[in-house]
C-alpha cells in the first residue's frame, strides 16, 4: 500500500475526529446554557485532575482527599445527565471508531501500531482494487475458453497444444486447487508473468 493512500486515509481520520469534537463543543455548550452546574462540574474537575497530577509528581499526601472529591463531582455529573435523559456519556466525542478515538492508531506495550479500523480501510482499498469484488460476473462459471485459439503453433506459442487447450489445463488446475484449498497436502498455485497478461 503506497504511502499516499495512506497518508490520505490519515487526513480522513483526522477531518472525522476534528468533526466528532466540534460536534462535542456544540453539545456542551447547548448543555450548558441549560445546566450551568454541568459546565462548573466540568471545570472543577479539570482543575482537580491538574491538582492530582501535581500531586503525583511531587509525592504529595492528600490524594485521597482529592480523588473523593472527583468521585463526588462525577457522581453529580451523570446524575444532572440522567435526570436530563441523557446518556451517561453525552460530553464525550462520539468518534466513529471508540478503541482509537479516529486517530488510525493505538498504543500497545508502549509502541503505537496501526488499528484494526485502519487496518481493515486498506484491506477494503485493496480489495477493491484486486476486482475480487466482480466475482459473480467473473469466475469458473463464466469462464468461455472459446475466446481463445484452437491452433497450435509451436513458434507462436511455445507450446505443443493449443491456447485453448492450455487454459483450459489451467483451469483445471485452479478449479482443483480451490476444491482442495483446505487440504494441507495439496500444492499451492503460482501464477507468474508480466503485468497485464491472461
Known amino acids: 500500500m503506497s504511502n499516499e493512500i495512506l497518508n490520505s486515509l490519515l487526513r480522513e481520520y483526522e477531518q472525522k475526529k476534528l468533526i466528532a ?35 503525583i509528581l511531587l509525592h504529595n499526601s492528600g490524594s485521597d ?13 451523570e446524575f444532572i445527565l440522567q435526570n436530563a435523559n441523557l446518556p451517561s456519556d453525552y460530553l464525550k466525542p462520539n468518534y466513529e471508531c471508540p478503541i482509537c478515538n479516529d486517530t488510525g492508531y493505538v498504543m500497545k506495550d508502549n509502541n503505537s501500531q496501526m488499528c484494526s479500523c485502519l487496518k481493515q480501510k486498506l484491506l477494503d482499498i485493496s480489495f477493491n482494487k484486486s476486482n475480487i469484488s466482480n466475482l459473480d460476473k467473473e469466475n469458473f462459471d463464466t469462464f468461455n475458453s472459446n475466446l481463445f485459439s484452437d491452433e497450435i503453433d509451436l513458434a507462436k506459442y511455445r507450446f505443443n497444444i493449443s491456447p485453448k487447450r492450455n487454459i483450459e489445463i489451467i483451469k483445471k488446475k485452479c478449479m ?23
Open 21 to 55: 469534537e466540534i460536534e462535542l463543543d456544540k453539545r456542551k455548550q447547548n448543555l450548558f446554557k441549560k445546566f450551568p452546574r454541568l459546565q462548573q462540574i466540568e471545570n472543577e474537575l479539570a482543575t482537580l485532575a491538574i491538582s492530582a497530577s501535581k500531586n
Open 176 to 198: 482443483d486447487f480451490v476444491n482442495n484449498f483446505d487440504n494441507s497436502n495439496y500444492k499451492n498455485l503460482l501464477f507468474t508473468g508480466n503485468t497485464g497478461l491472461r
Open 65 to 77: 482527599n482529592l480523588n473523593e472529591k472527583l468521585q463526588n463531582l462525577k457522581r453529580e455529573k
